[in-house]
């Protein structure tokens, strides 16, 4: 079944150039890491795009549109439907000295910024450097092998998707999501609190909310700080009970005894 302007999709694609078989992109980790184009705090995912938004290249939006859900295709798109033809006049030399007037230290494939355009850095040598301000991929054909992991038809779906692709370093199930008649509420979780950026990502949400969920009428942040636990407290240890020592009993005096009286003299029998 063809998709629709405006259906909700996540792709995998692994994008390469066809001239040297090189890739330049891809939401595979394991082939970002191969290829070693995978950065530290980089994503690699299925990456969300809504069909005929210009999210991606309008040669792969294009052919998007035509492809069905968890079916492999491969998209060949020309460079006068990528990134145009090289143009020779964008190709300049200038003195290394300016590059390092502006502390910056040329190398070549190094990508700079020079007079507010960015160039790559083609050659040096006699104390010149070759400029190219083309795009990268300027004069490349490119193929995009490219599928379709699922298509999001869920509201619910939609906004945890549009939540994700805003702020992709906290993970989607985090966000609390809850709707109620025609407005909604997103519970942020504290990960987010001190994301770079959050505040513009904020609105970024509610736009698109606004532009792909127009029957939600409001959307609302809340941020909830939670005091640290304070720890119990801890009953001050009781001193033991000192032992009571039941006094002894005086003792009585014993009485003087008295001595034995002497016998009385037993008269003599007469003779």
Excluded at 41 to 50: A, D, N
Excluded at 214 to 220: D, H, Y
Aim: proline letters at 8%.
């Amino acid at each position: 079944m063809a998709l629709q302007k405006g259906d909700f999709i996540l792709i995998d694609y692994v994008a390469k150039v066809k001239e040297t078989d090189e890739v330049f992109d891809t939401t595979k980790e394991d082939v970002a890491k191969k290829e070693h184009l995978h950065k530290e705090g980089e994503i690699h995912e299925p990456e969300l795009v809504v069909v005929g938004e210009g999210w991606v290249l309008k040669a792969l939006d294009d052919a998007l549109a035509t492809m069905d859900v968890n079916k492999p295709a491969t998209v060949e798109i020309s460079p006068e439907k990528g990134f145009g033809q090289r143009d020779p006049e964008k190709i300049k030399r200038v003195p290394i000295k300016q590059l390092y007037a502006k502390e910056i230290n040329p190398v070549i494939g190094a990508r700079i910024e020079y007079q507010g355009k960015t160039a790559t850095i083609r050659s040096i040598g006699a104390g010149r450097v070759l400029l190219d301000f083309n795009a990268p991929l300027a004069g490349k054909t490119l193929i995009y092998e490219v599928t379709i992991t699922s298509k999001l038809d869920k509201v619910p779906e939609k906004i945890g998707a549009i939540v994700h692709r805003r702020v992709p370093v906290v993970e989607q199930d985090k966000f609390k999501l809850t709707i109620k008649g025609n407005d909604l509420t997103i519970d942020m979780p504290e990960d987010t609190f001190y994301v770079e950026g959050i505040q513009i990502a904020k609105r970024g949400i509610a736009m698109d909310i606004q532009k792909f969920v127009p029957e939600l009428a409001e959307t609302r942040f809340v941020e909830t700080f939670k005091s640290e636990p304070k720890p119990a407290a801890v009953a001050p240890a009781q001193a033991p009970a000192p032992a009571i020592i039941e006094p002894e009993p005086e003792a009585k005096p014993t009485p003087e005894a008295k001595p034995a009286k002497a016998p009385k003299a037993t008269k003599e029998a007469k003779a």
